[in-house]
């Protein structure tokens, strides 16, 4: 069992310099990592790259109700797909391995009740008797008062002889921090500079729930001392959080981390980006044939950049060239239809046979099988340049594979056309004498085909793509032959001009 005596870190030095950097992505196993979770995590794994440090994933399941078994392993499989491997943290939902282990925060609350006790003994925390009723009444009176809503302090100075009597009432109490009620707190920030917050405005924040259980502002604090944690790098909606936990570190004697807070992300209409501006978790992205690298790149410019703007980076360049001072303050903008042209472009740049190989799931959904076709790399290489996700290659391909399905273009716009029916029969019988059936000489043979019958390219092109592939438009035509090979052309060819009776 941890215990504080036990614990690796309970000893060490407050104040103590700091020189291996250490980050941490902590998330809240309340639900599925999310775009903006994903890049904080990215961030931290760059910045620890970069530097070569060590990049902690710890599990901040402190929310007792919500946080599920299900979403930590949710959330670890997102960031192992993501490839962003930690190099302390969770192994699965009850496992972890590292130095400062435990990783989850259920498992560290002896830790927590230590420090609790500290600052309840040198008269910096309180027991607060107010109810959720009780709360909720002061909150309205903030807002007919107009001003902002915040705890009034009503227990910070409550007697003994009173904190006897609600006890003996019953009365449950949560444990809250002193806040200082004069002067300001500074957070320095490595992206925004100095941010300075009114202590007059804050308010005297729980750190121990009715339950027993720590709050996140407190827990946090403790953690990222005793895992000597070098710099805290997440979002924005934190900033707000961190005057309070500045005040933890100073109440207890030690140093903060340095600080970052990261823009803001919205959608493309402007909006804080939510579920309905598209994928509601980062599995999805890879359910619709997004690749990890290609996700990692678009992430790592939501609110970075560098000096000459580059787009495109291998994992060694981004490695090499991030820093928070390429981070911007402004919000970033996720765009869907930019994430989509990267996943192309990398895409692209991707052996056929690793291609196929990261497509074959989608493919093998497709119920598409290569037994009586052309091989699956020949198939997938005609249309390389097109491909924008991995669920394109499926629609792409099938038709190498599966029976004929003609779309109300190739059946009405190219095939019932007056002499179609003639072109396709003795097309038919032209081609079935080609040997050997390649694209070049195809080409050469079916030019022939037309103009020793006077025909345009496009009379007899257009009825050969429609009748051997159902569509109008396709990969190159004549090398889409040759992957199809003699037998199923002109069976197809055959087929379609007996349709047509």
Request: charge should be positive.
């Amino acid at each position: 069992m941890l215990t504080p005596e036990n614990n690796s870190l309970s000893a060490a030095a407050p104040g103590a310099l700091r020189q291996v950097i250490r980050t941490r992505f902590a998330p809240s196993p309340t639900g599925f990592l999310h775009i903006g979770g994903a890049r904080t995590a990215l961030f931290n794994w760059l910045f620890v790259r970069h530097h070569k440090g060590r990049f902690i994933l710890r599990i901040e399941d402190t929310d007792e109700v919500r946080s599920t078994g299900d979403s930590v392993n949710a959330i670890l499989d997102s960031i192992r797909w993501l490839d962003l491997s930690w190099d302390e943290g969770p192994l699965d939902d009850k496992r972890d391995s590292g130095s400062y282990a435990p990783y989850y925060q259920m498992q560290r609350l002896e830790l927590y009740q230590k420090y609790m006790a500290q600052l309840v003994k040198e008269g910096l925390a309180y027991s607060c008797y107010c109810s959720k009723e009780d709360l909720d009444a002061m909150r309205r009176l903030a807002q007919l008062e107009k001003r902002p809503p915040r705890y009034d302090g009503r227990c910070r100075e409550l007697t003994q002889s009173r904190r006897k009597e609600l006890e003996a009432a019953g009365k449950k109490a949560s444990l809250r921090f002193k806040m200082p009620e004069e002067g300001t707190t500074v957070v320095p920030d490595l992206i925004r500079g100095n941010v300075s917050f009114e202590n007059k405005l804050q308010q005297d924040f729980v750190i121990r729930k009715t339950t027993g259980g720590p709050t996140y502002n407190f827990a946090c604090v403790i953690d990222d001392h005793l895992m000597e944690i070098s710099h805290v790098i997440r979002g924005d909606e934190h900033l707000s959080n961190t005057p309070s936990q500045i005040q933890i570190y100073k109440a207890l004697g030690w140093e903060p981390p340095k600080f970052a807070h990261l823009s803001m992300i919205l959608g493309p209409d402007g909006a804080k980006l939510s579920k309905r501006h598209g994928a509601t978790s980062v599995l999805e992205y890879k359910q619709q044939g997004f690749l990890p690298a290609a996700l990692r790149n678009y992430l790592a410019l939501l609110g970075w950049s560098t000096t000459d703007s580059q787009q495109l980076f291998t994992e060694a360049e981004l490695f090499e060239r991030f820093d928070l001072a390429g981070c911007q303050k402004s919000p970033a903008t996720f765009d869907p239809v930019k994430l989509s042209w990267m996943n192309g472009e990398y895409i692209r740049k991707m052996p056929i046979a690793r291609l196929v190989k990261e497509a074959e799931p989608f493919i093998k959904a497709a119920g598409i099988a290569s037994n009586g076709g052309p091989s699956l790399e020949k198939a997938v290489s005609l249309e390389h340049e097109k491909y924008k996700q991995l669920t394109e290659v499926p629609r792409l391909i099938d038709f190498f594979y599966k029976p004929v399905e003609f779309t109300p273009q190739a059946m009405d716009q190219v095939l019932r056309q007056s002499g179609v029916k003639r072109i396709l029969v003795e097309l038919a019988e032209d081609l079935n004498q080609v040997s050997p059936f390649t694209h070049d000489i195809l080409e050469e043979r079916v030019r022939k085909f037309c103009a020793n019958r006077g025909l345009k390219t496009g009379q007899v092109f257009h009825p050969l793509r429609a009748a051997s592939t159902g569509r109008t438009e396709g990969p190159t035509l004549f090398l889409m032959l040759e992957i199809m090979g003699r037998d199923m052309v002109i069976s197809r060819l055959k087929s379609a001009a007996a349709l047509l009776n």
